[in-house]
């Protein structure tokens, strides 16, 4: 872990912190100036290479990308702009060494496997649920590409 991802694991943890601080306030249509540009770093964060990362910021995206009350309405854009990345967080992260991948997690996301696998079925899962309820059209059409593309066999990207 170098000093950069200390420094965005803090910063994730505060926007993190600021936004379950303040969801009610949001929910109940108050701290509006702020809100976009903590949406922008938790979003920025969730899209971070290790995994603890952005953990700490899509805590926060399924209660934010269902956020609904009279004055806010978060845009389904978001869902949208996050979606590509949770699909690739679904892949097994591996490397192919001598043509044999390799499912070392920790040098691709700074986790070991089984944390991979605990992320990946309860946080990430949350976080594509929170995805299909904010844009279930658009939601199945991004995941139907993303499949064509995996099976695609002239696609050879680090997919398991």
Do not use: W
């Not at 108050?30 to 910021?57: E, N, T, W, Y």
């Not at 854009?77 to 044999?100: C, D, E, F, N, T």
């Not at 696998?117 to 993303?146: G, M, P």
């Amino acid at each position: 872990q170098t000093n950069d991802d200390g420094t965005f694991r803090c910063l994730a943890r505060i926007a993190s912190a600021i936004f379950k601080a303040s969801f009610e306030l949001l929910r109940a249509g108050r701290q509006m100036r702020s809100v976009f540009g903590l949406v922008d770093i938790l979003l920025k964060a969730s899209a971070h290479p290790i995994i603890h990362v952005c953990a700490l910021a899509q805590e926060c995206l399924p209660s934010l990308l269902i956020l609904d009350s009279e004055v806010f309405r978060v845009d389904p854009s978001y869902a949208l702009r996050i979606l590509p990345l949770l699909q690739q967080r679904a892949i097994i992260p591996h490397q192919y060494i001598g043509g044999v991948p390799n499912l070392d997690a920790v040098a691709l996301c700074g986790i070991d496997f089984n944390e991979f696998l605990s992320f990946r079925e309860n946080l990430l899962q949350d976080v594509l649920i929170a995805c299909y309820q904010n844009c279930r059209r658009e939601y199945v059409e991004s995941c139907t590409s993303a499949v064509e593309e995996f099976c695609d066999p002239g696609s050879r990207g680090n997919t398991s």
